[in-house]
C-alpha cells in the first residue's frame, strides 16, 4: 500500500517543490524540522476492482508545515492574534485544519471532490470511508518520545536495546553513575564522561558532523526500549545494562521542562536524568512557555482527533491519523508507542465516539535535506554557527492563499506598529475571506464570528472538555 520511504520522499519532494524560499533556512548556516499530513487514497481503478492483489493508493500532501520555535508566556497575547507554538508539527495539523475547513465548505456546496460524505445525522458529516491520513515528522517529537538511552561504547546513538532487557526488573544495574564522585564527573563538562556524550560520530570518510540532545537528530542504529511494563519507581530510571554486558550511560535530553506543579524530573546525572511518560512543556529562552511538548499533543490528538473543537459541531466523528512516520533521527520504537498510546491507556470518561487509537508508527531511513544533521554535515568545518531558522512555513491544499510564512508567531514583516492589526493576526485566513463576502455559510460564519476574537480552545469550551479529562487522567497516571 506504501513506505514509510515513500510517505518521506513525497513530502521531501513536496517541500522542495511547493514552498517558496521565503521562510526556509538559509543555506550552511540554519537548519529546521518538517512536519506533513499526507491523504492516502485508493485509485479509481483500484476502487472498482475486487482482486487480492495489492492495494493501488494515491498519495498526497494536503498540509505541510516547517518551523522550530515557540514563544514564552510574557510573549502571549489574551488577544489570540500571535501564534503560540511554531513547532512543525503543530504548523503542520493548523495547515490540516484548514484543509479540513476547505473540504467541508465543498461537502456543504454538494461539490463531489469532497472528503466528506453526509452522516446519519442532518446537517453532521462524515470522512469518506477509503480514506486515511498519515503524519509525517522528519524527527522525533519533543517530549517523552525523545527520551531515548545511549549506550557507553557508542558515540550518539546507541544501537538497539531489546524489550526483554527493559521490562525485567532484575537485570543488573551500575551503581556507579550514581556515586557522588562520578556524578561529579557527569557534572563537569570537561570530564570523560561528558565528553563521551559530546562526542561527534564520523564518516568513513573522517568527516565528523556533530549531534545534540536539543536537534534530535539520529544515526544508523535506532535505540528501542520498552516502558510500558515498568512500575512508576521503575519508569524514573532507564540505567541498566545490556544483555551483551553494555552500560546504558545517558539518554537523550529532552527540552521540554515538567508540567509546573507535577512530578518532575530526577536530575541526576546519567541514565536517570529524565522520568519517562510525564506530561511536559516546551522549553523556552529564558522564558518558559505554555506550550505542551509535540509528544503530548500528538498523543491528545491520537486521542480526540486532529479536527479540533470547533470543526467538531458539524462532523459525525473525530478525525483520526491512521499512521506516523518519522524520518532520519534520534528515534526509538518504544518510546513512540509510550508515548502517543501505552501512557494514554488510562484515560476514560471520553464522549461516544472518542477513544485511543492504535496508530500505526513507522520510521523512514531518509534523511531531511534541511535537518541540522543533514547541514552539519554539509557545513563540515566551516566557520560560524549553525542556528534553528526563525522562520515558519505554513502550507495548505487550499485554493486560496494557501501559504502563510511567519516569525515570531506573527506574518514574517510585521513591525512593532502592526501588531494588534488585522494584517498581522494569524488566524486562519479563509475566516478573513468570509468575513468580506456578504453571503457566508453557516459554516463561514461559525468560524468567522468564533475565531477572530479567541484561539480555537477559547472559543468553544464546552467542546473542549474531552481534552481537560484526558490531560487530568494522563497526569494522575503518571
Given at each position: ?98 484543509y479540513l ?40 517529537p ?54 563521551k ?20 537528530e ?21 540505567t541498566?545494562?545490556?544483555?551483551s554486558g ?69 462532523l ?35 464522549p ?51 501559504l ?10 510585521t ?64
Amino acid at each position: 500500500m506504501w513506505t514509510a520511504d515513500e510517505i518521506a520522499r513525497l513530502c521531501y519532494e513536496h517541500y522542495g517543490s511547493r514552498l517558496p524560499k521565503q521562510g526556509k533556512p538559509e543555506p550552511n548556516r540554519e537548519w529546521t524540522l518538517l512536519a506533513a499530513v499526507v491523504k492516502i487514497q485508493p485509485t479509481a481503478d483500484q476502487a472498482c476492482d475486487r482482486s487480492d492483489g495489492p492495494v493501488q493508493v494515491t498519495k498526497e500532501v494536503v498540509s505541510m508545515g516547517t518551523g522550530t520555535k515557540c514563544i514564552g508566556q510574557s510573549k502571549m497575547r489574551k488577544s489570540g492574534d500571535i501564534l503560540n507554538d511554531s513547532h512543525a508539527e503543530v504548523i503542520a495539523r493548523r495547515s490540516f485544519q484548514r484543509y479540513l475547513l476547505h473540504q467541508l465548505h465543498l461537502a456543504a456546496a454538494l461539490k463531489e471532490d469532497s472528503i466528506f460524505l453526509p452522516g446519519s445525522q442532518r446537517g453532521l458529516w462524515k470522512l469518506r470511508p477509503d480514506l486515511l491520513f498519515v503524519f509525517f515528522s522528519s524527527h522525533t517529537p519533543c517530549g517523552d518520545a525523545s527520551i531515548i538511552p545511549m549506550l557507553e561504547f557508542e558515540d550518539q546513538p546507541c544501537c538497539p536495546v531489546s524489550r526483554d532487557w527493559a521490562s525485567n526488573p532484575s537485570v543488573e544495574t551500575s551503581d556507579n553513575l550514581e556515586a557522588p564522585e562520578d556524578k561529579r564527573k557527569c557534572e563537569d563538562p570537561e570530564s570523560p564522561v561528558t565528553k563521551k556524550m559530546r562526542l561527534e560520530p564520523r564518516t568513513p570518510g573522517g568527516t565528523a558532523h556533530r549531534q545534540s540532545f536539543g536537534s534530535q537528530e539520529r544515526g544508523p542504529n535506532p535505540p528501542n526500549v520498552s516502558s510500558s511494563n515498568l512500575t512508576a519507581e521503575e519508569l524514573a530510571s532507564v540505567t541498566g545494562m545490556t544483555p551483551s554486558g553494555a552500560q546504558v550511560v545517558d539518554v537523550y535530553r529532552t527540552g521540554a521542562k515538567c508540567v509546573p506543579g507535577e512530578a518532575g524530573d530526577s536530575g541526576q546525572p546519567g541514565a536517570a536524568y529524565h522520568r519517562v511518560g510525564l506530561l511536559r512543556v516546551k522549553p523556552g529562552r529564558g522564558d518558559r512557555t505554555r506550550s505542551m511538548s509535540c509528544s503530548d499533543k500528538l498523543a491528545r490528538w491520537n486521542i480526540l482527533g486532529c479536527q479540533g473543537a470547533l470543526l467538531m459541531h458539524f462532523l459525525e466523528e473525530p478525525i483520526y491519523l491512521s499512521a506516523v512516520v518519522i524520518g532520519k533521527c534520534p528515534y526509538s520504537q518504544e518510546a513512540m508507542q509510550r508515548a502517543l498510546i501505552r501512557r494514554c491507556q488510562n484515560v476514560s470518561a471520553l464522549p461516544e465516539g472518542f477513544g485511543v487509537q492504535e496508530v500505526k508508527i513507522q520510521q523512514s531511513d531518509l534523511l531531511f535535506e534541511q535537518s541540522r544533521r543533514a547541514v552539519q554535515t554539509r557545513k563540515a568545518d566551516s566557520p560560524g554557527r549553525l542556528v534553528p531558522c526563525g522562520a515558519a512555513i505554513s502550507w495548505s491544499a487550499v485554493p486560496e492563499q494557501p501559504l502563510d510564512v511567519t516569525a515570531n508567531g506573527f506574518p514574517q514583516g510585521t513591525t512593532k506598529k502592526g501588531i494588534g492589526r488585522l494584517q498581522a493576526s494569524l488566524l486562519i485566513r479563509i475566516s478573513r475571506a468570509a468575513s468580506n463576502k456578504p453571503e457566508r455559510s453557516s459554516i463561514e460564519a461559525c468560524w468567522a464570528n468564533d475565531l477572530e476574537p479567541l484561539a480555537v480552545h477559547q472559543a468553544l469550551p464546552t467542546c473542549t472538555a474531552p481534552s481537560h479529562i484526558w490531560k487530568q487522567q494522563l497526569v494522575s497516571s503518571s
